[in-house]
């Protein structure tokens, strides 16, 4: 029963920080929100995994938050400036945008769960609204960061219910390398076109 | 020795050495020589059989074990692994004459690893994870650190990572249909996840918009590999969905479905390239046509299948070799490659202007170039199944022609009284004959294929069998 409550806070979680990256403009608070959603990732995970494969995942995860967030920081400010000029239109469209993915989680959780008996309510519904969130804010942003941060919660969302259907240490693996190989990407295309050409030139 | 050790492990761990401790000068060498020696031990050697060499014994076993998992090299993926890294040393070599960076070599040689990875793991399904690692490889490749990342780029990184989930998840269902066959429903289901992991993979329409986007602002030669690379073991990949889970192939929705977007590919990429007034864009419109040609011939309800794709998939890798290191030289000149910048330069760059139209010509179809005799193959099968199909490619590989004879006459557009030159380096001249030569013995002489063609059916357990 416990386990149950502290599950659908971890639904809860995932609902509030997806909804937070998707609508605030601070690239800050969009990692703290990623690096809390991995927590309750975690938690999610190891319902049907091992807690050290779960806090593999975790670990994982919050290098990669690492690794973007010490890029981030490393930026220019004029970058920073054009990004929130850019995210400022349409907040309210983003807030209907989850509304409707959360309505849709709602409505297809259960179905899910007659279909595949055995996964889990909260572990359905994370999975969706993580899967869910991260599809509209890829379909609405072009920002690089952004878009890495959108991957990276669609691969989370996927890998909630992927564990449950598969405990295999090799795709463990695999996933953990994936998430951190595009934590890396994103950071070298953060970086990318930020040091002058001479510098290239002369290496 | 184990095959995934030599022919993955190792490149592997070569390619890192390269970027680290190699001269620019020295790498393209070192990484095609790399390439070369694997092609030829996986030609000689055949995989799990003991050879007698004077009194020592020599076998390389199939497999080997991983965090519980196995990857294994059978002696039927000999002929495949002499191909691959026949073809992955040509790009080598083509780096120093291309004037592409050092890490391409070396990044390369990892991508190559990680393909062949992904054609060594069991269970086969997650090929799909290291066919994402090997994308996120060609990243660096594509953007160099001066230069801000495109929206093709994006866009490419963002389909590439939502494949793997849509495969990795229809597999886990497709062993749920097998279970129970008769439930319409959850077949629908995996098959539209497969089809959805595939059309991100395999870039089919609509979801190509990324190509022509990175072949306009990217390095041609990068983009080019990438263009070989990925769709070549994607192929393969989905040729082993449709061996292991043999209702897929008789299913004639599924069948129809692949054909459809084939058709599409083909057809859109033809009458689109048709279009341009780029020729890096004409060469990313020319490669969906071709991945079209691919998904059409795995559509077939032939036993062909496996040697049309194949047939198609060999000539592919020799035509974008020498259409990208052609086009990375007339780059150095004019950098945009917009028509208005490329007028008249057949005058300035002869072999690279005729290694290009040559290698278009092939893409297109053209007779006695290497994409001839699988197109011809490609069309004899699917003539006996839809001549509605069969006029569509015809149309889709016109418009590739048109685009060729619109290049050639932009590249010949030259004042009358201009002098001949020839600005390609020595080495730039070697390897865009050597592959012009190339295209031509291909074209002419098809059946120098057929040693490596013969056993590639053996790959699968029911196809082509």
């Known amino acids: 029963m416990a386990t149950n409550i502290v599950s659908w806070i971890a639904v809860g979680l995932i609902l509030v920080t997806s909804t937070a990256m998707l609508i605030n403009r601070d690239w800050r608070v969009s990692l703290g929100a990623l690096a809390v959603q991995y927590a309750a990732a975690f938690w999610l995970v190891t319902r049907h995994l091992p807690f050290v494969m779960g806090s593999a995942k975790l670990i994982t995860g919050w290098m990669v938050v690492a690794a973007l967030g ?82 990276l919660t669609v691969l989370t969302g996927f890998e909630i219910l992927y564990a449950a259907v598969e405990s295999s240490i090799l795709v463990a693996g695999l996933l953990a390398v994936t998430n951190l190989g595009l934590g890396i990407v994103g950071s070298y295309l953060l970086i990318a076109g930020s040091s002058p050409l001479e510098i290239e030139e002369e290496a | 020795m184990s095959a995934p050790v030599i022919w993955i492990l190792t490149p592997f761990i070569a390619g890192f050495l390269i970027l680290f401790f190699l001269h620019e000068h020295t790498s393209p060498l070192v990484a095609g020589g790399v390439a070369t020696i694997l092609a030829f031990i996986a030609l000689i050697f055949p995989i799990d059989t003991a050879l007698l060499l004077g009194t020592i014994s020599i076998k390389i076993s199939s497999s080997v074990q991983f965090f519980g998992r196995s990857f294994a090299l059978n002696t039927a993926d000999g002929p495949l692994l002499a191909i691959i890294y026949g073809l992955a040393a040509l790009w080598f070599f083509g780096t120093q004459a291309s004037g592409t960076a050092n890490r391409f070599v070396s990044l390369g040689l990892m991508i190559v690893a990680l393909l062949t990875a ?66 319409i429903g959850n077949t629908a289901q995996a098959g539209a996840m497969l089809g959805l992991g595939f059309a991100f993979l395999l870039a089919v329409f609509p979801l190509y918009s990324w ?32 061996d292991r889970y043999t209702w897929l192939h008789s299913s004639p929705q599924l069948s129809n479905a692949i054909q459809f977007a084939g058709v599409f590919m083909v057809a859109s990429g033809g009458l689109f390239a048709s279009q341009q007034k780029h020729i890096g864009r004409i060469m990313g419109y020319a490669s969906i046509a071709e991945s079209g040609l691919l998904v059409l011939a795995m559509g077939l309800k032939s036993s062909e299948i496996v040697n049309i ?88 590989l016109i418009g590739l022609l048109i685009a060729a004879f619109r290049t050639l006459a932009v590249f010949v557009m030259a004042e009358e009284n201009k002098a001949w030159e020839l600005n390609e380096s020595w080495v730039q001249t070697t390897m865009l004959g050597l592959g012009t030569i190339g295209l031509l013995i291909l074209g002419v002489f098809p059946q120098v294929l057929q040693p490596f063609l013969i056993n590639l059916p053996a790959l699968f357990d029911h196809l082509g069998q």
Not at chain 1, 81 to 98: A, H, M, N, P, S
Not at chain 1, 102 to 130: D, N, W
């Open chain 1, 70 to 151: 010490m890029t981030r920081l490393g930026l220019p400010t004029a970058e920073e400036e054009k990004e929130d000029t850019f995210l400022l239109r349409g907040q309210w469209f983003r807030v209907i945008l989850i509304c409707i993915v959360a309505l849709v989680v709602a409505g297809s959780t259960p179905r899910i769960e007659a279909g595949i008996p055995g996964l889990g309510l909260q572990v359905i519904a994370g999975s969706l609204i993580l899967i869910g969130a991260g599809i509209v804010h890829l379909g609405v942003t072009s920002d690089t960061l952004r878009v890495i941060l959108s991957l």
């Open chain 2, 118 to 183: 992904s054609i060594a793991v069991e269970p086969f399904l997650f090929a799909a994870l290291l066919l994402d690692m090997a994308a996120m490889l060609v990243i660096p490749l594509l953007v160099p650190p001066y230069q801000k990342p495109g929206r093709g780029i994006i866009r490419f990184l963002t389909y590439q990572t939502l494949a793997m989930p849509f495969i990795l998840f229809s597999g886990w269902m497709l062993a749920g249909v097998e279970a129970s066959p008769g439930d």
């Open chain 2, 211 to 242: 190509i022509p986007m990175l072949t306009e602002e990217a390095s041609p030669y990068a983009t080019g590999f990438l263009l070989w690379a990925l769709p070549t073991f994607t192929v393969i990949f989905a040729l082993g969905f449709l």
């Open chain 2, 309 to 396: 794709t194949f047939l198609l998939l060999i000539p592919r890798g020799l035509e974008l070799a020498v259409w990208a290191l052609a086009l990375s030289i007339i780059k150095r000149k004019a950098y945009s490659l917009r028509f208005s910048e490329i007028q008249g330069l057949a005058r300035k760059y002869p072999v690279a202007v005729a290694a290009l139209i040559l290698a278009h010509l092939s893409m297109a179809g053209f007779p006695l170039l290497a994409g001839f005799p699988p197109r011809v193959a490609l069309w004899q099968e699917l003539a006996g199944q839809s001549l509605t199909i069969s006029f569509w490619v015809f149309l889709g």
